[in-house]
């Protein structure tokens, strides 16, 4: 099983949401252009290959989950792997592939919601605007574009899953 990326819980919200703080980590990322659905699938393979040892270095790195899922468009999307904790820009090997980036993302306080079953954009989008309809009733300001975690490989039975939206959230007063 995956290492998980570590985070703190800020507070719970109604519905299920959790404010979060993530400490600075390292991504290595990839954009590709595909549907909501099959973005994760197409960024997948460059970045498995890295991790596998197709690197400056050849060097074989720990998976992590999730795996992470910025949407920019209906058709523009970026897939990324979060490397193991305590790992820098600085010292990943530099990918053999040109289209993965590493790039470090500072640490940041995130409004996440936790589901399960298949990866569908109706059923993800759904569970989105829950998300965002939690935050507003809340006042809790969004700071960002929302983001997805998808954290089980698709051999697990989808009632098992565990998937996220997330979204970046304005530094919260007292906390």
Request: charged share 20%; hydrophobic share 40%; glycine share 8%.
């Amino acid at each position: 099983m995956a290492q998980a990326q570590p985070y703190d819980v800020i507070r719970g919200l109604e519905g299920g949401v959790e404010l979060r703080h993530y400490p600075a980590h390292t991504l290595i990322s990839i954009d590709v252009r595909g549907d909501f659905d099959s973005a994760g699938n197409l960024g997948f393979g460059p970045l498995v290959q890295y991790i596998s040892g197709l690197n400056s270095a050849r060097q074989k790195i720990a998976m992590t989950s999730p795996v992470v899922q910025a949407p920019h468009d209906s058709q523009e999307h970026t897939v990324s792997f979060v490397l193991p904790e305590g790992s820098t820009p600085e010292d990943a090997p530099i990918p053999s592939d040109a289209r993965v980036k590493v790039a470090q993302q500072p640490a940041r306080d995130v409004a996440a919601l936790r589901f399960s079953g298949l990866w569908k954009q109706a059923r993800v989008m759904e569970k989105t605007q829950h998300l965002l309809d939690v935050l507003r009733r809340q006042g809790v300001t969004t700071s960002g574009d929302v983001f997805y975690g998808r954290f089980d490989p698709p051999g697990v039975p989808p009632f098992l899953r565990h998937n996220e939206a997330l979204v970046p959230v304005a530094k919260l007063q007292g906390e």
